[in-house]
């Protein structure tokens, strides 16, 4: 109870510190992101791939529009988690930055560059009064130079570089998974089953095809390309095939 | 009491999260939404079906005035639920917008396009101080590239797409009925038939023609039209020869 | 008592819902219009009629400065109910969107548009904070191509068209005098006659010329025109004359 | 103390209605006026009298800095009651107006025209937040059109016209005074004599000619004079040799 | 109690009136006036006399520095009571606003409209949310058309104008002997020791030369002229051979 | 704690008087100079002395970087205690003005003007909401037309002249230490002499050179001069041999 | 008990000082900066040392996204501790102001200079409404004028200059390590092995090489290096043969 009153008497606005330093409404719009469905992130030698579970309440929606994954230009995408209406704000951002680039400079954005104006952005809102943060979490994937990246964005305004990422609901589960069975040598086959089998983990079976959207950016065509349900279909067959990859 | 006096704590601002993530503000005007009378859309393979229950209050009132679906360009119309003067600021936002995509580009905008910056404009006021979200949802219908589309905007900002959607008063009902009984086989008639029936499936009865409006956009003539009341009861007469459709 | 203070946590400002999705603010302002006196509009085939009452405090007081129906354009006239300055600054607002139609177009507004200008207004001081709504309703009479038209503007925004319509004080016994009394086929004295009655309604009596404030705009000359004590007593006495009209 | 706790809910802003619909902050800003000594206006077939109680705290206070009745322009005058600041703003505004008109167009401002300028700025500071309402009642008193006016204007923006009028502390006892004794046909003497005798009202006693300060508009030469203490006692003298005027 | 807590809710916010029509933040402005030491102003038939207390904490601080009358422009001087860092911005107004007459006109600013210049700005700052009243009463007094003026500025933005005033701690003390033993006959000598003695009178001794800042300004050369000491000591010795003045 | 609860009732923002007209705010301001180490400064014919405590609390912290001397201008320099970063913005705003003078006018700010521009942007800070008081009191010393002058500010935006004063921890006893042994003919080494005695007075110890930052500005040079550590443990070494100075 | 509700009292805002004249919110900020993980800073006579704990919560993560040291200019570096959105803001200021004094004078800005610009960022945000202060302590180092510098800035905007100082967790741990252990004539590799060393010190072990993040800016170059993982080895090996370095 004293605790209770205590976290209430600091949580309910971004310009205040808690007695101990801690930003409450940061913390709360981190719940937001776990209220979402996950979305994962990885890399491979040959490129980066995107994974998101796309719930949808009724038969009658249209699954594309369930948008988890977004392209932001043709060699930046970027996964999702969290309050809906928030990552499409940040999602524009990020397009309008990357056009800037190429208008100013008539080059591709940088994946680090994009990743900082989005944080740059998120951070403003966890500082100022008369606003709340942004209640998701983005999965920045690219390639830069020829490389495959991955950047996490949070909503304190911080970001971290991956080789593998989970976020959103159950992200422990599925970080852990990732942990566990992540391996540097896979072709971009491999890093999908992986990214799939991932996000099943919390629920002990694979799930299936059409209720995951999953994209790819390789550094041979650096050009994001969502994977086909046939495709997905055939990468996800094999896993049963070869037993087990759990 | 517990949970309503810690849920009190969190729910008068949009710039608050509460300490599950949640956004209490946004979850009220869905329930400004509820508190509305229910539009239904749908998609046939020739265009699409707005349609909205019309409760008068007074036999003085003119019917026409309760509007529920609305015109944005000649090709897109709108059906609203919810806070009746909200929704004309959105509409008249989606007016403005379809106008000047009109007057910069020389082109009809595009369903989806449109929907985005409407619900860009609700995002921002669940997000900022000094306002409040808006208390409406709308279903945006609209033929693009000659196909038909159909969007609905909730109070966070959020779209989706749909086949057959429901907004408004009851609309689990509604939605449930529409899932039963949509085939997308339907020619625009049968798609008015299952919007008036799912109207009318709350309350147990067929609604009469009056106390519903009704429009249609046909990738024909991509031209929203008004259905007329003889019309209606025509389709709706034919409805109770073939025995219950319910 | 636990529902009214459930109602004054959110009952304070224009940008808070209730929980289950209202708001408090529009509706203590629809209060300040039941505490004005009240005004009646109807149409007739040949015109409309606004009447209303005015209740002078002092036999020093000049009758004609308890204004309650106001001219925006020649063809388009307000009669009001509430708060008496709220009114008077939408009416300034009406009357300056007629004058920029004139000057922008050089044409006459509609009363439709005029209307919306208004209920745009109102709506904007509901969703804002830093203001309160405006504590008034309006009807807004006028002939549109030929045709009369009779609004009425509530204090959230919504417009609604109406045949016959009262708004103020005791509006409910008056609204269900003109439900049972109004035909569609009266003349002007009549139309007169009828809201001149309706607005005694709530008091079992004939009210004095003296007390009511009456204005005509017909599709004859398209021009607002006060209605004179001594045409109204002639009218009134014709009621008399007649029997009970009531 | 229910009623009064339940009052103070809504009683500390301008923008906040109370659920029965009333503006407390201009109800108490109606308190601020009755707080000041009292001031009267009343018309004459030739001209407009204004009168005002002054109360001087010491005997080394200079009469004339208390100041009630402010000349405007030439043909128009201002008696007010209640925050002298407040009143010396919107009296400053009302110069500020009558000398644009005569800048602009050259003609002298209308006393219907000026006190709606007037009550227009009244009405906003009852809407805005971060302000509160004047706490100032004012009479306006001119001439124009060659007849005489007389407009009150109150706290929360309304204006009235008047025959005859009392604003201030005891306003009801002097108000009744006026109902009972004015008559139309007094000349400007009679009209000096019953302001003065209605402001001596709540005391049962004459007012010395020292203690009040009058003003006359005559339609002849259409500028405001002050009556100087010698007419004054001269005309009270009348009053008393004609006998108890009261 | 009731009282207190009464007062208590509507005490803290100068937007905001008391139910009985108060402005306590004004109320409380007055207050910190008492707090300062005390300043008196007079009138004598050649010229204005302006005198002040002045407590030195420590025998190390500057005695001018403790600053109580300050020249305005060569005519016009002010003696404040209160919040010293307050009056100093109201002065250095009253220098900008007679630079300006100056450099606009080419001519010196009347007593009077410089007053009303300071007290519009005073009345602002009651009005007004975000920021507090002026905590200091001003005696503005200089030549004007050849006459002596004084005036007084009180934190609600009122202006008076006297013969001989007191204001700040112990005001009412120093009135009263004022009206005592003013006389409109004293030549400026007799002004500076009916001021001087004022000052005493709460302490029921003459107070010393030293402790007192004196000033005058005469018709004759119209220029602000500090009293030496030594002929404050041969003044003040006058009055000791003359006998008790007191 | 009647007490107490009446004070937390005004004391929480700098835009509201206590209702015995306090302003708590810039109270509790002044004991944050109060938390600071104090400074001393003092006139002697010659010039200016200015004396700081100087506290480290690590042994690896460079002993310059606490900063309690700052050069203004060359013949202007300010000591000061309380909160570092409010003092900092305030010298900041003193170097700004000093350089502008010279850039507008060609010539040395004067020591009060400098000292005037300081307490006006001070006061603002005490009467504008959204923004809080500086916890800061500065010694501001320096030559003016060959004369050595000091002057004080405090957080309330008031300023003081002085011949010798202390500010921050201890004020009290150092300021009657001064007041003791001030005398008005010491050179500057004995007025260096007395500074560093005075800091020590709290503690009863002559401080350690190292603990103290000595500066003068004479009017031989009027430039600031540090005083070295030799140069102080030469002066103090002669305060021992020549007996107690305390 | 009294004393935290004393404490909470005055502890929500930027702009209210406790009545003992503390800022509570900056308070909390420094306790936001001991949340994380310690960052050291060193002078040797040939550079500065800049050396952060980095804290990888997955095997997945890159360790260099981890950052805690940032290059501002070639010849200036930052370590920060605490929130890291926070750093990076004054990281990114930091390279403005760099890069503006490049560009508007030609030449590298001085260590000093930037700490000040950083710091005077900071104090802003202490004093204004609206905001909170920046939760993060830097340490500033470089080369200025040919010699190392080193500078903490704290969250009240305070500035400190080291010969060798810590921030964050643990930081009073470490900071006694470094005032037991620090010599002024340490080689570069020394002045690594200390500051290594002392980052180890709350946990009673040598710090992994991978677990530290190290930088040095020698005035050789005057180009901030990052220390290779194997260069950092081979001087931690060259510790443990050395035997304890503790």
Redesign the interface.
């Known amino acids: 109870m004293q605790g209770q009153s205590q976290?209430?008497?600091?949580?309910?606005?971004?310009?205040?510190?808690?007695?101990?330093?801690?930003?409450?409404?940061v913390e709360?719009?981190?719940?937001?992101?776990?209220?979402g469905t996950a979305s994962v992130g990885l890399l491979t030698p040959d490129g980066v791939v995107l994974a998101a579970n796309r719930q949808v309440s009724?038969?009658?929606?249209?699954r594309?529009?369930?948008e988890k994954i977004h392209t932001v230009d043709d060699h930046i995408g970027i996964a999702s988690a969290g309050?809906?209406?928030?990552a499409?704000?940040l999602v524009?951002l990020a397009r309008r930055r990357a056009q800037g680039e190429q208008l100013r400079y008539g080059q591709r954005i940088g994946v680090e560059t994009l990743t900082?104006s989005i944080?740059?952005h998120?951070?403003e809102?966890?500082?100022?009064?008369?606003?709340?943060?942004?209640?998701v979490a983005l999965l920045v994937g690219g390639i830069e130079n020829g490389e495959p990246r991955l950047?996490e964005t949070d909503p304190?305004?911080?970001?971290?570089?991956?080789?593998?990422?989970a976020v959103g609901g159950d992200r422990d589960v599925i970080?852990d998974y990732?942990?566990e069975n992540?391996r540097t040598d896979f072709d971009v086959d491999g890093g999908i089953e992986l990214a799939v089998s991932a996000l099943s983990a919390p629920t002990d079976g694979v799930v299936a095809a059409e209720d995951v959207d999953v994209a790819t950016i390789t550094t041979d065509d650096e050009s994001l390309q969502s994977v086909s349900n046939d495709r997905l279909e055939s990468i996800l067959a094999d896993v049963d095939e070869d037993g087990a990859d759990e």
Chains 1, 2, 3, 4, 5, 6, 7 share one sequence.
């Open positions: 976290q209430q008497a600091y949580d309910r606005g971004n310009t205040i510190f808690s007695p101990d330093g801690r930003l409450y409404q709360y719009a981190r719940e937001a992101v776990k209220r009724s038969s009658l929606m249209e594309s529009s369930v309050h809906v209406a928030d499409r704000q524009d900082r944080t740059d998120i951070q809102y966890t500082q100022t009064g008369g606003a709340r943060p942004f209640g950047f304190s305004g911080t970001d971290y570089e991956w080789q593998a990422a970080q990732l942990e992540y």
